[in-house]
């Protein structure tokens, strides 16, 4: 397994959906560091199921405690570890499942991999290990503050539903409504999406998007550590992840390249382009416009449905839906996708600290 | 600057576009794998610039030598570095460009990262060092024979032209053109778009498709190094990329989970998916059905054309289009986009035999 | 900082003398392997404080928990996390420390590099921290039991009063008394001047040896990860240790070549080495023979007599004698010397499963 | 294998004794340094064989060739691929040798390890190798110049033969004679010794010492990379070394804490030691102090006497003394000590920029 992340701002997450804790070890935030627990505490509030009619019914508070790293309100250079106890462990609810294999799920492959397999709540590939996640991103935010970098992240899509253009948008109000999307009547249509889909006893998927404003010039550590490889990285090692695509993305490969590229332009003595179809990023390394991506989630794959499949044995088996789960994964999404790219944006602001002389 | 990939079978790249050499060192490779110069060659030819009238006219034979880490034809379990001389390194197209940005290139990012910058042919940024990727990648492609995996990419896309569904196709006829699609009568529609778009002094994008087949159970390393999100960053990492989907995508999105979940089935004793829209990889390891993503290609920014830009001092200025450069990448692109995928499935390969006691 | 060790089989502990916990995270220990709490509180207890007269009076019981990565009793694969709490904290001992600089503590250097410090015993600097490293040791030595690697440390000097060589002691006998030396008439000797130097209210150094038996053929990766060079660093990391000898050592220095070289012999159709100067370890990889070194504790630096000091503001202080301290360290540092060993040589047992094909 | 070494400034060494070029590249040497290839020659020049009488007369220029990484005499940022040919490669000489172990020569555990080996020469486990760490020592001196920082190392023991203590000498004398040793008197009786020993047709050990001025504060990443460990590793990994010690190391255990502490003074108005037996190093971290430590090198395994030893089929055979060697090894290994110190601390110079906010 593979539970790090991170060069010199370096993250370890441990702990199963129905263990005892959910945690996170931060080594190599720098010293001095203001560590804000009212903010990490809002960071996790975002994240935490239970929040609406349309995610998981699950109850966690997801209360978190420090357990080093911090003195006197500041970093201190040491490992800042932080515990999440896990609180609502209704483990029962998967004793049908311990051998068997959920559609689309993780379990065959871990039991395969593994040889062994903690079966409850899908056990360390629950996405309950994100708040773990969240945790570590908030005080990467943190950090990032201090160079006035912005990271915000909305539902840009839910099933067929889109919203328009980031740049049509007002970001400021992802937080007004319980889908997270800033506009206000796309989101009242995903709303009732979701609701329908959860009342058909089924899930759907969508598409965050996150915007990075102010980002430093020269992040990025090409050639393997490109800015915009490493976010595909992290973003893809959320928890139902299918692709992602910055800038023009996907849409570009249509374009020429006399209509793609974008010009540089000197706007009032600074290098800025014209357009940006690079999303912020040129060569590996930011440029200083904004930096766009696009994370697509694919639907649940726990559903209140009937579904065939295999046992351990290989035996056919009707796998019946229990448990609680999210219809739409992508507002709750949003705040990890944040925090993800708050760990990618952190490290890379130190790692260019050593680029030249 | 990071030019190293992987974690066990581990390459390191050097070199610029114009300068004396570009490079590999391999680290990992385990002892006594035969080393097959004649397929490494064949690998770098696929690759080299000047193929047909649709590629750059840039020539380089691109013949490599094996500096160490090989002895009576086998890997010794020392580094294995490979040096490719620069030949027709026409650095003087270059001298018009010293202080100047072309548009959706990296030279500015480089030059504000960096505080200097070898200008020629983009130096570091060049593709000229993916040549490196490909002749470490036919030793991972090697070693992969030995577990029986199949690695084949192909141009599933170019502009909006698009081929039929990978499991529609032969994909042993993509070698049968020079764009490098096997459905013929795309390839045809194609290679004519290419052709005139090279004629307007223009560029255009594309899409590689890549199919994995044979994969061992059982590669990838969760929470982070997922199969996929690995792919995804060294997809990423390879230039002119903006876009990484698998398995179903961003077109997943719309789908409901009914529809989406890949049910279990017991084919002949074998547990297998009876749709496979996860791609063959679930919970971030692979589960054994095939393995197919999508990487999106960006039109290629150099074009014969007048461009507005800025220099170092930011006055501006015209590039005028000059050099020999592909009016699309991606038939160029398929080794490259096999290359990497072989090394992180070689890497995975190795780091799956500690997964269990 | 740097608060991880290993590769394939990788720690990271975290916590402070005086904080709310000690921990570490394991990550990489193999799935189905047997995780025996009892064993790993028995090495704790080994290491804990107020064993004996010899030792610090602080008072931990040092009882565990293990939040992750272990079900039914057998690791699963994901990453185990392990916290032990700290109970004893008086951390008022140490008020008087804020601003004043122990004599050859770390107070100085970490309120330089960080900028911040906590004081109390030393916050991060504690060999405190060591409590997790042996927790993580405990499973590295369970880890090494399936290959029948035997690691045994014992206290060959204190002083200058010096054991016998280790291939005429009985290991068996460490436990035997307080100072583990298995030379029980050097360890009454050994005893009674701790003692002395105690009631001196004065410190005093030692070394500890450390053999190990049936060491697998092949462990180690030159050329820098040698096996000798990381048993190096991993001791070296240890609080208090000034040298690393291993095999003929310092002493081997004065020998000729002729009286050094270990000539081979076939032992009853297996390959052994008549002497063993290398100390099982033959260009950085072990060759099956007894592994043995030697490991240099200084005295420790908190005496209970009045010191000569300067304090933040540069200012000429004295510092008193306060708190519980080890009069000497070696005895609680067995225990210590074992662990990292078994870490180390738990690394390199999976790394090598990589190294042919 | 691992032939990487270092966090930020990372070097990777590649090459066999008898293979057709040895080399190194290195990741992570910040842009716009000046690199000064006479400096880089002049270093190469310091441990080329056939120096002198007491050194091997095996002839070897060591002429480099930079490959990539430097542009207008700077380094762009970009990899510095470094390659040095191997000329003199009487490899017949080893034809005996191909399949028999020579006596704590590394040949029986690579063959075990890898099952296959280069047996020309030594293979990859030849000191060869460190021509390489010497060209990329050369370029991390030259970093650490724009610090301040001052590496010098001398032979400070051949045999039972020492030189006083380093405070004593005058280390700007090292490289009047040609066993490196500044105290012109002990010179005299090293050369006479070494040459001695070669007529006898036999080796001797010898001890280097290495003194660290200048360093800048706060160097060193606790808990693992504490400062002294990296050293002891570096240093570890260099063939035929066997031990390390720093500041007091293993003479340090016989003394009270009341004699190692160092006390803290204020010398007009910076804070120093009074002593310096923690060898400028506390917690791992860098005091400001001289930062000084010993390095042990057996005797150089490969006699010209006949030894008796097995093959690879276990016969027992006599391995006669052929080829070209060192006497003693400790003349050529002061600029490698240099070379490894400089890595180590360039490497720390770089990760202590990220400590604090």
């Known amino acids: 397994?593979?539970?790090s992340y991170g060069t010199l701002f370096k993250i370890s997450t441990f702990g199963e959906s129905h263990?005892?804790?959910v945690g996170v070890v931060?080594?190599?935030c720098p010293a001095g560091l203001d560590i804000d627990e009212a903010f990490i505490q809002s960071e996790l509030d975002r994240r935490k199921p239970g929040q609406s009619k349309i995610t998981t019914q699950r109850k966690e508070?997801?209360?978190?405690?420090?357990l080093s790293g911090v003195f006197d309100g500041k970093a201190t250079g040491a490992p800042i570890a932080i515990v999440i106890e896990n609180q609502d462990q209704r483990s029962?609810?998967?004793n049908h499942l311990e051998n068997t294999f959920r559609p689309s799920h993780a379990d065959y492959t871990y039991q395969e991999k593994y040889g062994i397999r903690d079966h409850r709540g899908g056990g360390r590939s629950s996405a309950r290990e994100t708040v773990a996640r969240v945790a570590a991103g908030a005080i990467a935010k943190t950090l990032l503050q201090e160079y006035g970098v912005d990271i915000t992240a909305y539902v840009s899509q839910v099933g067929d539903l889109k919203a328009p253009d980031y740049s049509e948008l007002d970001l400021s109000k992802t937080e007004d409504n319980i889908v997270r999307c800033p506009d206000s009547a796309t989101a009242e249509k995903m709303i009732a999406l979701i609701d329908q889909v959860r009342l058909e006893r089924d899930t759907i998927g969508g598409v965050v998007t996150c915007v990075i404003k102010n980002s430093p010039l020269g992040?990025?550590?090409p050639v393997f550590d490109k800015l915009h490889a490493e976010l595909g990285k992290a973003m893809l090692s959320i928890n139902a992840v299918k692709g992602f695509e910055y800038g023009s993305g996907f849409a570009g490969v249509a374009l020429r390249g006399?209509?793609?590229n974008d010009e540089f332009i000197?706007?009032?003595g600074k290098v800025r382009t014209k357009t940006n179809h690079s999303g912020g990023v040129q060569g590996g390394i930011s440029n200083g416009e904004d930096i766009y991506f696009r994370v697509a989630f694919k639907p649940v794959a726990t559903i209140m449905q009937d579904q065939n499949s295999v046992d351990k044995e290989g035996k056919e088996v009707v796998v019946t839906g229990k448990g609680r789960h999210d219809p739409c994964v992508v507002p709750r999404a949003v705040p990890i996708v944040e925090a993800m790219a708050a760990l990618v944006m952190a490290d890379f602001t130190l790692r260019n600290k050593v680029s030249k002389i």
């Open 1 to 3: 397994m593979s539970n």
């Open 19 to 21: 263990g005892p804790a």
């Open 26 to 28: 931060i080594d190599g």
């Open 61 to 66: 508070d997801d209360v978190f405690k420090i």
């Open 92 to 94: 029962k609810d998967y």
């Open 219 to 221: 992040l990025g550590e």
């Open 258 to 260: 006399s209509q793609h």
């Open 266 to 268: 000197n706007a009032g």
